[in-house]
């Protein structure tokens, strides 16, 4: 069986796919996978076997005619019996209809978008099913049996030359909205204390480049310890990431990655929640930090970040503690040992 899956964007989501590729790959060893994605991304898939990636610059098949140009581009790499749809945008929705025009069947994820509402109204009152699930879902409506496979789920190639210091200690102190983002000031306070605790500690800072100057002043504060990753390309920065004993991050790609890597990771949390289906997979749900909904009843207020706090203090974020944190990095040093 030759299958064509779409998934674009966001960096976060697009590694989602990674356990159930994996799964199902693992399952069905006849079964072979052609992945459109971004460019940006091929480093995710090195070495997945029976996965073979195209990789357009998006930019390039702009409105209606640019997508059909795409469909045929891709249809050339065919025939497929079959096409998933791991994003449901626009734009895939417009490639589907070209493909299912032309007689190929089409499957596509449930994003679950009304729970999501229902969970933002207070009316859940659990976990919603998982994004990884949901891609799981889709193989299996197709009649697939993915099996998931043990982890890691994202594998990189070569290694990262690590620094001089124990713990190697990785934080990814920014996410793309302001929800989702951990006061500056109370960062630095938290690397200071992991600092006093840890004095032969090296610090390692994520980000992508919009986050430059937040992280050059992250480090200023944490002195000659730490360093910042921007120089690195995407496959250099996973290899060091995975040298990590923890990771410190917010609800943002980075928390994804490390996750599918098996490194343990901190998540600090603010108007999004886990149970919306964003939770570090095979991650360590002890590690979490957030303030409960039964202090603040409007968690969440938002599934992916986007919009403004409605209090206006952004109480979800400002009450979590430096301390609070460090004692979960602490917590995930010790059961690592």
């Known amino acids: 069986m030759r299958l064509l899956a779409l998934r674009f964007s966001a960096m976060g989501d697009v590694a989602l796919t990674l356990p159930a590729l994996r799964a199902v790959l693992a399952a069905h060893p006849s079964l072979q996978i052609t992945l459109v994605t971004r460019p940006l991304f091929a480093a995710f898939y090195s070495g997945l076997p ?14 209606v005619a640019g997508l059909r140009r795409l469909y045929r581009e891709l249809a050339a790499t065919g025939p497929y019996d079959a096409v998933a749809d791991l994003h449901d945008v626009l734009r895939t929705k417009v490639l589907r209809l070209f493909f299912r025009t032309a007689g190929v069947p089409v499957y596509v994820i449930d994003k679950g ?11 859940v009152s659990g976990p919603l099913k998982h994004t ?11 009649g697939l049996t993915p099996q998931i496979t043990p982890p ?12 001089a210091g124990d713990p190697p200690i990785g934080i990814a102190p920014r996410a793309r909205h302001a ?33 430059e100057e937040s992280l050059a002043r992250l480090a200023a504060a944490a002195g000659d310890a730490a360093r910042h990753t921007l120089d690195l390309p995407l496959a250099a920065q996973l290899a060091l990431m995975r040298q990590m004993r923890v990771m410190v991050s917010m609800d943002s790609a980075n928390m994804h990655l490390a996750a599918l890597m098996g490194v343990p990771v901190v998540s600090v949390w603010g108007a999004t929640h886990p ?19 039964e202090e603040l009843p409007c968690r969440p207020c938002t599934i992916y970040g986007k919009g403004t706090c409605r209090r206006g203090d952004l109480a979800c974020l400002t009450r979590i503690t430096p301390e609070k944190v ?3 990095v602490e917590a995930a040093l010790t059961r690592g040992r």
């Open 179 to 211: 929800l989702k983002t951990w006061p500056e000031e109370q960062m630095v306070a938290f690397v200071r204390l992991l600092r006093q605790r840890h004095p032969a500690a090296r610090i390692y800072l994520f980000g992508g480049p919009e986050d």
């Open 152 to 163: 890691p789920w994202l594998q990189v190639e070569g290694a990262a030359p690590v620094a």
């Open 132 to 142: 990884v699930e949901r891609y799981l879902d889709l193989f299996r409506a197709m």
């Open 326 to 328: 460090l004692e979960k």
């Open 50 to 63: 029976r996965l073979t990636l195209v990789t357009p610059d998006l930019r390039r098949y702009g409105g």
């Open 113 to 123: 978008r009304k729970e999501k509402r229902a969970l933002l109204r207070g009316r």
């Open 275 to 293: 149970w919306a289906g964003f939770a570090p997979w095979g991650g360590d749900e002890r590690l979490i930090v957030q303030v409960p909904r």
